[in-house]
């Protein structure tokens, strides 16, 4: 009796002092590490795996959905440089993590979830998450074009509807879990995808480009409506922004593997170009000599202020003067 609890005692200390080797043998990996696949269906080479990781807050979703993050390494602007973190059991562990912190995450469960890979924060495997600074400075969302992203291809006919919407291939894989934007495009339908949540974003320049958008994250969306309010038939927008999430399932009978530009807020949608002022939804050199061409005017008032060079609209001075230019070089090259 007393050797099998003393053999108990060891197996069982034993097994804690492994268990505890484990967790210190987590790889301290960074998001492009987790990310980066040659999967052909985009799957992490780290699925399955316990990590420590990770990088700079740049979404947190609304209240009324399960605690979620969009980690970002400014390492890897281009690519594999964004990942989702999600808090599984809601345990409020990110109640005190803001946009703009830089976050460090242990023991978190890299997992494969609907086609998108999630840092899972569980307690029960000891997760934990330490904020490291504040305030850091977010990126401009990456303009992608739209056929980098692009939209599923419908297949198959039950006589009633399509029963796959499936992407061609995954080259959108590496832009998951990031910050991107598309350019100058309108909203050519909506209601599509498993949830009827997905709208179709289709370029000005190329119809024939399209991608799919949803804004069941948006902050500014509120609870009960399906879409953020600027999004309707045949609206055209600047640019529209958000994180881009991977999305497979099936459900009776119908099999869905797409890619969603998550938009965040109603930030995340540029209905008009600041200091685009021949309405082509970029800021350049034409621009920038109409702009030339009201320098110093006063007067500037409603509904024209200067041809729009008075872009201090917030306060405006009447004048076109150093305090715009400041606003027109702060959007230089957007749209392009
Ligand atoms: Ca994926
Ligand atoms: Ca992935
Ligand atoms: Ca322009």
Redesign the pocket.
């Known amino acids: 009796m007393k050797i099998t609890m003393i053999t108990g005692v060891v197996v069982v200390s034993l097994f804690l002092t492994m268990t505890k080797q484990i967790f210190a043998q987590d790889p301290n990996l960074s998001i492009y590490e987790i990310q980066y696949t040659t999967d052909v269906n985009?799957?992490s080479p780290q699925d399955g795996n316990m990590v420590n990781c990770c990088g700079i807050v740049v979404f947190k979703g609304p209240s009324w959905k399960k605690p979620k993050l969009a980690l970002y390494d400014p390492n890897y602007p281009y690519g594999w440089g964004g990942i989702a973190v999600k808090d599984i059991n809601s345990v409020g562990a990110f109640d005190d993590v803001n946009v703009g912190d830089w976050v460090s995450f242990t023991n978190v469960l890299v997992e494969e979830f609907k086609?998108?890979?999630f840092l899972q924060y569980k307690e029960e495997i000891d997760s934990n998450l330490v904020p490291l600074s504040r305030n850091n400075p977010l990126p401009k969302p990456l303009a992608v074009s739209v056929n980098e992203i692009t939209a599923p291809v419908p297949g198959g006919w039950n006589g009633f509807e399509f029963t796959e919407w499936l992407v061609a291939d995954h080259n959108s894989?590496k832009y998951?879990g990031m910050l991107i934007k598309v350019i100058d495009v309108n909203v050519q339908d909506i209601g599509y995808g498993k949830g009827f949540d997905n709208y179709i974003l289709e370029s000005n320049i190329d119809p024939n480009l399209t991608c799919w958008a949803s804004d069941y994250l948006n902050i500014d969306k509120g609870v009960g409506p399906i879409y953020h309010p600027y999004v309707i038939n045949g609206q055209r927008f600047c640019g529209v922004s958000g994180v881009l999430e991977?999305y497979t399932s099936e459900k009776e009978g119908i099999y869905y593997d797409y890619y969603q530009l998550l938009t965040t807020s109603t930030e995340s949608f540029i209905v008009e170009q600041t200091a685009d002022f021949d309405d082509d939804c970029d800021v350049d050199f034409v621009d920038f000599t109409l702009f030339a061409g009201h320098w110093l005017q006063s007067g500037c008032a409603e509904p024209d202020w200067c041809g729009g060079a008075d872009l201090t609209r917030e306060q405006p001075s009447g004048v076109v003067d150093l305090s715009d230019l400041l606003i027109f070089v702060q959007n230089w090259l957007e749209g392009k």
């Open positions: 985009g799957a086609g998108t890979t894989e998951e991977q």
